[in-house]
């Protein structure tokens, strides 16, 4: 078997922090684990904010084990920034003869000049190294501070008595770009690279990736929230989707749909065959999608007999509503006496649900655990579990527990619950917000436990790590051998960009195909142009031009059932303008009908 070949992998994450969690971002670190584990590969995690916070919150999570220590990261100032262009110089620190040395948690250290401070450190040991914060003291109007790592500059805050906050983000110890902020609003970004001024993040991030991403990589975007860099990045782009797209009645955000339309990058990613489905039958979307489900390494183990029942979740009532399954527990606990109700987890909604608990006097009965590290010990030890969600890409909790034998409760929502859960076989799906429905696949599932856990190996066989690796090695390979050149200086330019389009993705084809229809123009290829339109109608399905061309190309090659076929989608996806075409060329079906 040959070695693979070689691949740099990123990974857009827009920050990181002890508050950014869950089932999306444990994901997004499985998958980076994964690919640093593959031979030849590099990866690399970037972050589209830049600071201390964010290189200490990275090192925290390789020293913990989530992120393997062979993944390096940069911010999006670091990853783009430009090699050889002369930038302005670091900020001018005061001069001193004396300092002052204080020990304790953190070091302090301050710089005098004849006496009075002008300058003070103070010194933190952090995961990524030493942090320093040196504050300026000689101007008492403006609070300027300076951060660094290790003694490498990062970033720097100079705030005015005015409610004006400037952030300079360094790289390599020089100024990169600096943002102006008035009483928290973003007046203006000032990029000392591009030369230019921006009012908005996004357009300055848009033009950064322009101009000085590398090419040479392959680009995972993760959700939405980072889905307006796709058409600058000039790499190749993989959009993988969640559940994040999509509002709490399981319809597209309008902005959302936009966004993945537009994608034009090699393949989008979900983990779901539901999830497909559904963006094949109500998204227009121009790269193939493929399914990459999720693994999980739980496995049962030998605790001792089931006694109770669990929910492993994060206390987040409005997309987690645990408190409709107390509501149904409640119901039917008397009929289940030796059966308790165990919630593990945290969140905003704790206070919220231990009310409920003291409201129904049933503290005996339904426990708020806390948070819970090994969910496959609880799931293992659990008779089932119940998992309330309104959206869910996939769900982690709901194939780590029936890969411990638990058999779920869940509603019946997109994505993960429908396509994990097979009701009457390893659970139940309930409609959301039917409490009566809850309490009664309670009993049910307490009556026949045994059956229910039957049915739990055999639906998570298709979610091996095996299986999950290969799928993504295989997608990695086809991303690399589809990479594709154009030869400008070729004498043929229409016969190499259609060899250029076998190969090309979505994000080039387009052009590809501008180029193909113009020189089958100055050849007079009515065929070739054909080709080229119809190739337009599947890139652009909203767009009434392809369409047309293609109409009028074959009349004139003689070609009526395929001219009929055309007016037929003109009529099915343009109506109106279709009327019109047929007001101003009222012979026109008649000159097709007589070609036949």
Not at 83 to 110: N, Y
Not at 132 to 158: A, Q
Not at 265 to 286: F, M, N, P, Q, W
Request: aromatic fraction near 6%; glycine fraction near 6%.
């Amino acid at each position: 078997m040959p070695d693979p070949a070689s691949a740099h992998v990123i990974c857009i994450l827009p920050k990181l922090g002890a508050n950014v969690g869950g089932g999306k971002i444990n994901a997004v670190f499985t998958r980076m684990n994964l690919l640093a584990d593959r031979d030849g590969t590099r990866v690399t995690l970037l972050n589209l904010q830049h600071g201390c916070n964010q290189k200490i919150a990275f090192a925290e999570l390789v020293a913990a084990g989530r992120l393997d220590p062979r993944i390096t990261q940069q911010s999006i100032y670091e990853i783009c920034a430009p090699e050889g262009l002369p930038l302005q110089d670091a900020p001018a620190l005061p001069e001193w003869d004396d300092s002052k040395i204080k020990t304790g948690r953190k070091e302090r250290i301050t710089y005098l000049k004849d006496g009075a401070p002008v300058m003070r450190d103070s010194l933190e040991q952090t995961a990524a190294g030493v942090m320093t914060t040196r504050h300026i003291l000689t101007d008492p109007t403006r609070d300027i501070r300076l951060k660094y790592i290790d003694d490498h500059l990062i970033e720097s805050r100079d705030a005015h008595g005015d409610g004006c906050v400037d952030r300079t983000a360094f790289v390599g110890g020089r100024p990169r770009c600096r943002a102006l902020r008035e009483h928290g609003a973003l007046v203006e970004i000032e990029d000392f690279s591009l030369g230019r001024t921006f009012r908005e993040d996004v357009a300055h991030h848009r033009a950064l990736v322009l101009r000085h991403f590398p090419e040479d990589a392959i680009v995972f975007i993760d959700g939405v929230t980072s889905a307006y860099l796709s058409r600058p990045i000039p790499a190749r782009k993989v959009l993988f989707l969640h559940a994040d797209h999509r509002n709490p009645s399981g319809k597209i955000v309008p902005r959302s749909r936009g966004l993945i339309e537009a994608f034009d990058g090699d393949a989008i990613i979900t983990a779901t065959t539901v999830h497909k489905a559904r963006l094949e039958s109500e998204v227009a979307h121009k790269a193939p999608i493929r399914v990459i489900p999720h693994f999980t390494n739980a496995r049962l183990t030998a605790i001792g007999p089931r006694a109770h029942i669990c929910t492993v979740s994060r206390l987040e009532l409005t997309g987690k509503p645990i408190h409709q399954c107390i509501e149904a527990f409640v119901r039917v606990m008397h009929r289940i006496p030796d059966t308790n109700y165990l919630i593990y987890g945290s969140g905003l909604g704790e206070a919220r649900l231990q009310q409920l608990i003291d409201h129904h006097e049933c503290g005996d009965r339904v426990h708020l655990m806390g948070h819970t590290a090994n969910a496959a010990q609880v799931f293992s030890q659990s008779l089932f579990s119940l998992a309330p969600t309104m959206t869910e890409g996939f769900g982690l909790a709901l194939l780590e527990a029936l890969s411990c034998d638990c058999p779920v409760i869940s509603y019946d929502v997109d994505y993960g619950p429908r396509e994990l859960i097979r009701p009457g076989q390893n659970g139940e799906l309930v409609q959301p917000g039917d409490i009566d429905a809850i309490a009664a696949a309670i009993l049910e599932l307490h009556h026949s436990r045994d059956r229910y856990a039957a049915g739990c190996a055999a639906s998570v066989e298709h979610y091996s790590f095996d299986r999950y690796r290969n799928r993504y090695h295989r997608l990695i390979d086809d991303l690399i051998s589809n990479r594709f050149f154009f030869d400008l200086s070729a004498r043929d330019l229409k016969a190499e960009a259609l060899r250029a389009l076998e190969k090309a993705s979505a994000q080039h084809r387009d052009r590809l195909l501008d180029v193909y229809i113009h020189q089958c123009h100055l050849s007079r290829d009515l065929g070739g142009m054909y080709h080229g339109f119809q190739q337009k109608i599947a890139l652009h399905p909203r767009d009434q031009r392809p369409i047309v061309r293609c109409i009028w190309l074959a009349r004139r090659l003689g070609r009526p059932v395929e001219c009929r076929a055309h007016l037929d989608l003109f009529a099915e996806r343009f109506p109106d303008q279709h009327a019109q075409f047929v007001t101003r060329y009222p012979d026109f079906l008649e000159l097709v009908d007589g070609l036949a």
